[in-house]
C-alpha cells in the first residue's frame, strides 16, 4: 500500500512549499514595515498604545483610525494675529508662575486646550483630545499627558513645586510646537 511518488509530484509538492515560504516571509517582512512605519510616526504614543491595547495589531488599528479621524478634521494653522495673541497670553502666564505656580499651570493647560481648539482640534474630552493631537504632534505627546496629568492634581492634593515646574516646562514645549508655522510633518517633507 505503499504510494510511490513521482518525480513530478514531489518536484510540484517542492514548489508549493518555496511559494509558501516565500509568501510568509513577504507577510512578515511587510509587517515589520508596517510596525516600523508606525513606531517612527507615533514614536512612544505607539509604545503607549501597544500596552493600552494589547497587541501591536490592535494598537496600529487603533492608530490608524486616529489618523482616519484626525485627517477628517480640519486642522489648520493658526493666523499671525491668533498667533500674537496666544503668544503674549503665554508670557504672561509664563511671568506669574514664579508668584503663583499653581494657577499658571491650570493656566497653561486651559491655554493649550484654546490653541488646540484654535487649530480646529474637537472640544472633546482630554483622552481623544491627546489622541486627535497624537497624530500631528506625536514628539510632545508624552509631555502633554504629564503636564495635564499635573494640571488636574493641582486641583486636588497639592502638587510639588518641581512637578510644577515639570509640568510648565512641558506645557511650553507643546505650545512652541503647536504655534509653530509649519506642522512637524510638513518640515519633514520639505527637508
Do not use: C
Amino acid at each position: 500500500m505503499f504510494h510511490q511518488f513521482t518525480n513530478a509530484q514531489i518536484i510540484i509538492a517542492v514548489a508549493v512549499l518555496v511559494i509558501v515560504a516565500i509568501a510568509v516571509l513577504e507577510h512578515l517582512r511587510r509587517r515589520k514595515a508596517k510596525t516600523a512605519a508606525f513606531r517612527s510616526r507615533f514614536g512612544t504614543e505607539y509604545d503607549r498604545a501597544v500596552v493600552e491595547h494589547g497587541s501591536s495589531g490592535k494598537a496600529e488599528a487603533n492608530l490608524a483610525d486616529r489618523e482616519s479621524r484626525v485627517h477628517a478634521l480640519k486642522i489648520r494653522e493658526i493666523g499671525a494675529t491668533e498667533r500674537e495673541r496666544f503668544i503674549n497670553e503665554w508670557q504672561t502666564l509664563q511671568s506669574r508662575f514664579l508668584d503663583h505656580p499653581t494657577a499658571a499651570v491650570t493656566e497653561a493647560d486651559g491655554l493649550i486646550a484654546s490653541l488646540l481648539e484654535a487649530r480646529g482640534y474637537p472640544k472633546d474630552g482630554f483622552d481623544q483630545r491627546a489622541a486627535d493631537v497624537s497624530v500631528t504632534h506625536p514628539r510632545v505627546m508624552e509631555n502633554y499627558r504629564t503636564a495635564h496629568a499635573i494640571a488636574v492634581r493641582t486641583q486636588g492634593p497639592a502638587a510639588t513645586t518641581e512637578e510644577l515646574r515639570t509640568a510648565m516646562i512641558q506645557y511650553r514645549a507643546i505650545f512652541e510646537e503647536l504655534v509653530e508655522t509649519e506642522t512637524p510633518q510638513v518640515k519633514k517633507s520639505a527637508a
